[in-house]
């Protein structure tokens, strides 16, 4: 363990412990108060102090396990991080990090802030104490949750690349309800999430699993779609700029709140734990009344008329057994002959709204995509992504597949493989038209 | 891709909050009278329980649900009638927050009934108006 001079009396750790919490929550406020924020500049200070909470409870654990730092056992604590010290933490490397590196230089910012827990975390023994490589620690976390919160909480600023901003959301909010939220109510029962997930029957895994794995998929295509279609992101903060009506919004129109209320059931089944159903019922409490007041008062005042009609067809909690497709679309396929299987089943389960055209070419080395052409030009796509778009307008599990296909890093992987899995086809392809 | 879309509309650039400044409400009646009440409270709470509970207990259980009750009641209104309630609504929360001590977790669980409740009487509030 790291070597300390002289430990901290009891009633210092409470000092410095009021001072960490109060300290940061003072700053803030000051801040909010001096740098006349617009609506944009706020959200994006909030939002680094969100990704905080479940970094940083993330990271505490893994600094427990690998031997990086501990804190003194204190009973106000979620998964041995006191709580006084994670939100003032948070606070820290969130709103204060956002509001000043919006006045002085990012790196100096980060770098002052490394410095501050350099100088200050050998002191706070036995509040905190420090392990022999705990620097390792620290550089990890400055690394995943400081800087992920200065680049979201910039990107957000200045309303830029919508996808990453809510690829980050997306990893927030599953820490928030697969950690921060279950943690802190087995905290308030006298229980260990931790140790609640690892004695967790095989039944009660397979049930949650089953359960909630669909739901966080469907979660994730809606805020992907929020993105890719509305050039926003699941805050409401900072929402789409425009209705969207595609991929799990054409089935129902609350997908991402079905999804966290049902996710948090599963969570509940899991950990056995009753105060956990409180969760899921807090969730459908406020989706179902104020963020419905919310849509109508926000949403239809703003896009009157595309919100009128997409919310007269689908409706908030119930899915539509056919999607609402308000488009028409092409689907055109380059090769008809390496692509037949596909060709054929998709004009066997034909749509309305979908055409589907051939434009054979001769076989070359440059590589033949699909093109999903829409009435929509906001989905228009090519490549796999095509293909996930004429799936959606066949509905049910076609769909469910069609927005999985389109997902970041899903994408990627399914273009590499159509990629390398067709090459050694289109060698021998090549050698019979020369050959011819 | 990026082509103006015929068949959509897109909110102002500035959906959903405009870009005006976040000024504080350093005059608004409701924002003193509401700060004067988390105070109260806050000053209350800490009488009960000084002698009982450490410097930090009194931080995270009385003064943080405090500071955040005065941030937020000196924060702009919105404009509609329910968010306004919403708001005024969660700052008194924050007042009794203060005064909730180890209850003030629960507590926070309970936010969104008052959203709803928010909700609610925004509802009874316009049907009276008729």
Sequence with gaps: MHGVAELLTPHLISLARAALLIGPTLLVMILLMVSQLTPRQATAAMVGGLWQLPALLLFNLAAQKLGWWHFQPNPASVLGLPVDLWIGWALWWGPVAVLLSARLNSIAVVVSMMVADAISMPHLAPLVVLGDHWWIGEAAVVLFALLPALVVARLTEADIKPVLRTCFHGLGWGGYMLLVLPACVLAWEGRDYVEALQSASTARWVISLAIGLPFLLIGLAAAHEFALVGRGTPIPYDPPKRVVTSGPYASIANPMQLTSAIVMMAIAILTASKGAWLIPLTFLIFDGIFATWYNRAHIALAMPDDWGKYISAVRNWVPRRRPYIARSATLQFPDAGRDSRMLAWLMRHLED?????????????????????????????????????????????????????????????AEFLTFVIPLRRLGTRLKMGLAE | MGQANPDHHSARPDYPYGSAPLLPQWHDRWARGLSLLIMACAGYSTVVHVADWNIDGIALLIVLPALLGITLAFAPDPPSFVSRLAKRLTTAGCAVGALAGPWLAPLILGVPILLAASVAVGAIVDARRG
Excluded: M
Aim: no cysteine; net charge positive.
């Design chain 1, 353 to 413: 709204g979908l055409i589907i055209t051939l434009a054979p070419t001769a076989p070359s080395l440059r590589r033949q995509r699909l093109v999903y052409t829409s009435s929509d030009p906001d989905l228009d796509a090519v490549g796999i992504a095509a293909l996930g778009r004429a799936l959606e307008h066949l509905g049910g599990l076609s769909a469910v597949l069609g927005w999985t296909l389109r997902l970041p890093g899903v994408r990627h992987i």
